[in-house]
């Protein structure tokens, strides 16, 4: 991942790991579950803005998922030059980009930014239920 690239950082996460790897193997599961239903938050939204001439990109964003994290993107050769340009002399170059589409055709950035607060409750509700189980309740 470039600098560039939206992220939605979880504290404690790193922690969470490290107690699922010695936990149940369906815990596991259930957290790249949890992270794969909250990335899947964000693509209708970047399916939406994406581009289309022929609609193979917009068909093709899709989630990838594993214990270690989520992305949203897309296997297409030219998805990353639609999203973040040519670079020409270190600087970005949308030129041939914008006289197709009037303006810079970025699809994940906002698709990402428009969906964080969504993203942070899915992942916050089901991580409470994931720690629960992990976790046992004391005497009341």
């Not at 068909?59 to 639609?82: D, E, F, K, M």
């Not at 009037?102 to 950035?109: E, I, M, Q, T």
Request: no cysteine.
């Amino acid at each position: 991942m470039s600098s560039t690239d939206p992220k939605i950082v979880i504290e404690g996460l790193d922690e969470l790991r490290r107690a699922l790897k010695y936990a149940e193997p369906d815990l596991r599961k259930a957290l790249v579950a949890t992270l794969r239903k909250a990335a899947r938050i964000v693509v209708p939204r970047a399916k939406a803005q994406a581009p289309a001439r022929t609609g193979r990109l917009r068909r093709s964003i899709r989630v990838y998922a594993r214990q270690t994290g989520a992305a949203i993107g897309s296997p297409r050769p030219y998805a990353p030059v639609i999203e973040f340009a040519f670079r020409r002399g270190g600087k970005r170059d949308y030129s041939g980009l914008t006289a197709r589409w009037g303006k810079p055709p970025r699809y994940l950035v906002p698709a990402v930014e428009e969906s964080i607060g969504e993203v942070r409750e899915a992942v916050e509700r089901d991580l409470a239920g994931l720690l629960d189980r992990i976790i046992p309740k004391g005497p009341a």
